[in-house]
T-cell receptor, first 112, second 111 residues
């Protein structure tokens, strides 16, 4: 069964540093998403991406965040200057026309 | 925009007991509802979904959910749980192309 792959599985970074979280969505999917889950809290929508542009973003997705699909297969989330409160599990997901959502296994980001 | 709310934060039960987790959705037009499970240390997995048709939806691992329009509910059920069902369960609704998740219910099954 096709999978959404995320790397790395765990990243530790110093406050103020830039991080890039990587995702390889399912190859024939057209819609891509990032969600995050702060420990003990619910899963929150960050951003959706379609046709090489952001289709929707939440209030969380401020100027510190950006997404990119640099080469037609990878889908990245960049946090420019990490804060302690960015520590969370970040999930990538993808979906196609008429298909459900497939989530990746997540990247646990720890900001110290 | 449609949203969901889950009533139970933590449910503890014994193996072979029946499980029912509540989920209510707000009115918002077309209804697309999902239940996801997250086992400890793992990613979100789809248990079942409802878009239209038969309101009783069968999912994986013996789970089912019933869409009751008059009650705005989409409760998850399993007749007999196992220890391996210990996990966090999330109800979600679709708005445009994104999912909105409920707060989640932690289910602990005691052997």
């Amino acid at each position: 069964e096709p999978e959404v792959t995320q790397t790395p599985s765990h990243q530790v970074t110093q406050m103020g540093q830039e991080v890039i979280l990587r995702c390889v969505p399912i190859s024939n999917h057209l819609y891509f998403y990032w969600y995050r889950q702060i420990l003990g809290q619910k899963v929150e929508f960050l951003v959706s991406f379609y046709n090489n542009e952001i289709s929707e973003k939440s209030e969380i997705f401020d100027d510190q965040f950006s997404v990119e699909r640099p080469d037609g297969s990878n889908f990245t989330l960049k946090i420019r200057s990490t804060k302690l409160e960015d520590s969370a599990m970040y999930f990538c997901a993808s979906s196609g026309q008429g298909t459900g959502y497939t989530f990746g296994s997540g990247t646990r980001l720890t900001v110290v | 925009a449609q949203s969901v709310s889950q009533h139970n934060h933590h449910v503890i039960l014994s193996e072979a007991a029946s499980l029912e987790l509540g989920c209510n959705y707000s009115y918002g037009g077309t209804v697309n509802l999902f239940w996801y499970v997250q086992y400890p240390g793992q990613h979100l997995q789809l248990l079942l979904k409802y878009f239209s048709g038969d309101p009783l939806v069968k999912g994986i691992k013996g789970f089912e959910a019933e869409f009751i329009k008059s009650k705005f509910s989409f409760n998850l059920r399993k007749p007999s749980v196992q220890w391996s069902d210990t996990a966090e369960y999330f109800c979600a609704s679709r708005n445009d192309y994104k999912l909105s998740f409920g707060a989640g219910t932690t289910v602990t099954v005691r052997a």
